[in-house]
C-alpha cells in the first residue's frame, strides 16, 4: 500500500468552542497536516452560533482549499454556502439534502453500525457513508463499528468510508487498509496541543 492511499483526514470540530480561539487552533492542524474536509458539528441548535461559527470556519478552511460540511442543517447549510452536510439519521434525509443542495455539494451520512442504513444512503445519493464508533465508548447501545464491518464495505461497495467516534492510534493503525477517511475530533482537540495530537494519528497509518 503506497503513500497515496493512505485514509484522508476529516476533522470535525468539538460540540462546543470559543470563537476566540479554535479558528486558530484549526488553522494550526490545517496548516501543518493535509486535511480533506471539516465537519462544523457543534452541538446546539441556536441559528445565530451556528452562522456565526460557519462564518468563522470558513475563512480558515476557504483559505486553504478544505471543504467545510454542516452537521445536520442541510438547509442552514445551503443558507450559507458551505461545501455540504454530514447528516445523522442514517439515509432518512439523503434524497431531500441532495434536493435541496444540488449535485455538486457533499452530502455524506452516519449509518452507525448499520450495513443496511449504510447502503440506502448510498443508494439515495449520499458521497461517504461514516461508521462508528469504532469502540465502545458507553454511549447508545453499545454497538461498535468493527473492523469486520468496515473490511466487508471496502471489499462490496465502491463508496467511501469514514471511520469516526473513540479512534486511538492503535485502532487507525488496523484500520488503514481498510477505510477511505478518519473522522478525528475530540481525540485531538482536547490534547494540549491538537496539531501534534493530529500527528500522532497520522504517523499511526503507517
Known sequence: MGPEDKPQIYLISPPEFDLSTYPDQLASALDAHEVACV?????????????RAADALREVTHARDVALVLNSHFLLAERIGLDGVH???G????????????????VGAYAHASRHDGMSAGENGADYVSFGP?????LEDGTVADAELFSWWTEMIELPVVAEGG????????????????????????EDNPTAALGRFIAAMG
Do not use: H, M, N
Open 39 to 51: 465537519r462544523l458539528a457543534l452541538a446546539t441548535r441556536d441559528e445565530d452560533r451556528i452562522l
Open 87 to 89: 447528516l445523522t439519521d
Open 91 to 106: 439515509a432518512r434525509s439523503v434524497r431531500q439534502a441532495r434536493k435541496a443542495l444540488g449535485q455538486d455539494a457533499i
Open 134 to 138: 469504532v469502540r465502545d465508548l458507553g
Open 167 to 190: 479512534l486511538t492510534e492503535e485502532i487507525v493503525g488496523q484500520l488503514t487498509p481498510i477505510t477511505d477517511f478518519f473522522g478525528i475530533g475530540d481525540e485531538i482537540w482536547r
